[in-house]
């Protein structure tokens, strides 16, 4: 009897189990050499987990690359007639074929290639055209294949649109929606969101569609923050565009002129149609039939095991908890229930911001009335229970004055909270860009003395730690001020421990555009001097006033602040680019200490830059600045301008690309060099 039951229970949780899993289908991640497959000019690299959409070892005109999952998906469900909502993110960056940051460029004469897209396809070998066909279309219609199109011109197939860079929507052919029939199908980017792709941004991309209300949406950003309005709200079905079986990817073409399209990050999740293909009616009906028949019975053994699994959870979060308070330097474990009376509940009167990761409170604890900052991670964050316990593990025990204080930490019902020291003055992005009144805009010696003080923060975690911390995230809006402007670094939550002896080389791209090094945009590997770029754009934010990177500005040369401030130099008007809310009143020669390692900081060859403790040196009058090159260095294959991210990428590929490689000259760069002392007085 009791062998009987037993079987039935396992009957009954393989039911459980089924229903469960049968709308759902997720991309495994990383993704393995066979995940992706490519046809015609396409390269999978999975060491980065990057597609590259041409042959970057030879680039040529008139061509088409897609890459596919090489795992078809089920977008549709014939017997109930509904499609499968889905939802994926990438991140992707474009690489034009003669970009310039050259003095009166114009950007909208680059040469570059006609786009990407992502696409879904009912057969995984097909592909199409080039140029404005995005290697997936052709001049009729081509049933079976819709896609998200990330267009760099306006041709023929984009009628009506007036400018060049958009997001449409593709269903059987190149020419997006026409946005009269179906509104909100297609956008302007620069208009819109103020970005550009030909600028070799790190953009991001988010696209959901839900198969109950048919509503598809877009969204793009400059920064790994999931934007709260999408770009494109277009309602569509999709039910008669696919067919049951779906393969997915990305496609892009060049006609005249190319760009290369990297794209990294990628995720996908389908989900509300079983994840099985249509099968025999005697079969359907007999596994509807056996798990119908138990569905009683499944009710009930399903809750008994939820509230067993949640009280399991419960005392294994318990024993964690005190397993890590028995570490050395550990913070205070404080309960979910204390830090929601703290904050009012989370209200939004409480709210401080919010970022990435979740939003940040104010709270007043319950116990002492200390004032603290509590950051609550979001359910749908990047950062999990992995990256979070880093930061507990990182932050308890770094002790320095010019980074934040954690006061405790809470795991409690499946969340995950940090709570620090309150910062008075807030964060440095809203003291610099966002000053109250003029009486609130930080005078140069506050800046200074910021300046000083991220500086030895950053020296602290490189060099003054057991192992090396390599933050990976800092920012204007990640450095806190305390009552008297001292600055804190904080935010922890992307940092990486690494022994002094050994060398960093992390592969999620993560941070946020104008601090990210531009080797470390390419390849996702990051190491303390991708830390000194960040530094570099802080330098160059505060002697400036302006954000290291605006789109809102006109003049494109004015994008990116560090080609702006390069371009002053160029034209020995260094000085011209002070903050004009300082009025003139600041020290010349700190000033210009600032602007120069702020460049320094910035160059594009990683061993051109400066330490942190060189930075240091410089900052305290114990070493004069080094010479910094008259315009912005360039880093040369042969005769034709490429990207760090191409070389990065190609030494990391199998032996068989690398010979396809080995007649390559060189890379050549014109740098500054900081192998002997920073000229010591």
Not at 215 to 239: F, G
Not at 350 to 371: D, I, M, N, Q, W
Not at 500 to 513: F, N, S
Request: charged share 20%; with cysteine.
């Amino acid at each position: 009897m009791m062998a009987t039951s037993r079987n039935v229970l396992l009957l009954v949780l393989a039911c459980v189990f089924f229903v469960a899993v049968a709308g759902n289908f997720t991309i495994d991640t990383p993704l393995t050499p066979s995940a992706i497959t490519c046809l015609e000019e396409c390269q999978f690299f999975p060491e980065n987990q990057t597609i590259a959409i041409i042959n970057i070892t030879n680039p040529k005109q008139s061509v088409k690359g897609v890459a596919y999952y090489s795992e078809g998906i089920r977008m549709k469900d014939p017997a109930t007639r509904k499609v499968a909502s889905f939802k994926t993110s990438f991140t992707f960056r474009e690489e034009p074929m003669n970009y310039s940051t050259a003095t009166g460029a114009d950007p909208r004469n680059f040469l570059r290639g006609d786009g990407f897209t992502f696409l879904m396809s009912n057969s995984s070998t097909w592909t199409g055209d080039a140029a404005g066909r995005f290697g997936i279309f052709k001049t009729s219609n081509v049933p079976g294949v819709i896609a998200i199109e990330y267009d760099s011109w306006t041709g023929p197939e984009d009628p009506g649109l007036n400018q060049s860079e958009h997001v449409g929507v593709d269903i059987g052919s190149a020419t997006s929606l026409n946005g009269s029939i179906y509104p909100n199908c297609f956008a302007y980017v620069y208009d819109t969101l103020g970005i550009t792709f030909w600028h070799r941004d790190v953009l991001y991309s988010w696209i959901e569609y839900d198969g109950t209300t048919k509503m598809l949406e877009v969204r793009l950003a400059n920064t790994s923050s999931r934007p709260l309005n999408p770009l494109i709200n277009c309602k569509y079905d999709l039910y008669d565009a696919v067919d049951e079986k779906m393969w997915i990817g990305f496609s892009g073409s060049f006609g005249d002129a190319w760009s290369i399209y990297y794209i990294y990050n990628w995720t996908f999740t389908s989900f509300g149609i079983p994840t099985e293909f249509s099968s025999p009616p005697s079969k359907l009906g007999l596994i509807l039939g056996v798990c119908g028949g138990i569905l009683l019975a499944t009710i009930v053994v399903a809750v008994g095991v939820c509230v067993y699994l949640r009280k399991k959870r419960a005392r294994e979060e318990s024993w964690d908890n005190e397993g890590m308070l028995e570490m050395a330097g550990m913070p205070e474990f404080i309960s979910y229930k204390h830090l929601s009376a703290a904050t009012k509940q989370f209200s939004d009167q409480s709210k401080l911001g919010e970022g990435g990761f979740g939003s940040v409170y104010r709270g007043v604890l319950p116990k002492t009335g200390a004032l603290v900052a509590v950051k609550k991670v979001s359910n749908d964050s990047r950062q999990g229970e992995r990256e979070f316990l880093a930061e507990v593990q990182i932050i308890s025990q770094l002790r320095h004055r010019n980074i934040v204080e954690l006061v405790g930490f809470c795991r409690d019902r499946g969340k995950f909270m940090l709570v620090y020291e309150l910062m008075p003055k807030g964060s440095l992005d809203q003291a610099l860009f966002k000053p109250k009144s003029p009486d609130d805009v930080l005078s140069w010696s506050l800046r200074w003395k910021i300046v000083s003080g991220t500086a030895a923060a950053l020296h602290y975690l490189h060099e003054g730690w057991r192992q090396q911390v390599i933050h990976r995230d800092v920012k204007s809006s990640n450095i806190m001020l305390d009552d008297e402007y001292n600055p804190k670094l904080g935010d922890f939550g992307l940092a990486r421990l690494v022994d002094h002896e050994k060398h960093a080389a992390t592969t999620m791209v993560a941070g946020t555009y104008g601090y990210i090094a531009p080797e470390a945009a390419g390849t996702g590997k990051f190491t303390d001097k991708t830390d000194v770029f960040a530094f570099g754009a802080v330098c160059l934010e505060l002697a400036c006033g302006r954000k290291a990177y605006d789109g809102s500005v006109k003049n494109y040369d004015d994008l990116i602040l560090v080609d702006m401030v390069w371009r002053h130099l160029n034209e020995d008007d260094l000085l011209g680019v002070a903050d004009p809310l300082l009025q003139d009143q600041f020290d010349v020669e700190q000033m210009y200490k600032v602007l120069k390692l702020g460049l320094l900081c910035s160059h594009p060859d990683p061993s051109s830059r400066p330490t942190m403790r060189q930075v240091e040196q410089v900052l305290a009058g114990d070493a004069d600045v080094p010479e910094v090159p008259d315009s912005k260095p360039k880093v040369h294959m042969g005769s034709e301008r490429v990207h760090f991210s191409i070389d990065d990428l190609m030494s990391t590929t199998s032996s068989t690309q690398n010979s396809k490689s080995s007649s390559k000259r060189p890379v050549s760069a014109t740098s500054t060099s900081f192998g002997a002392p920073l000229y010591p007085r």
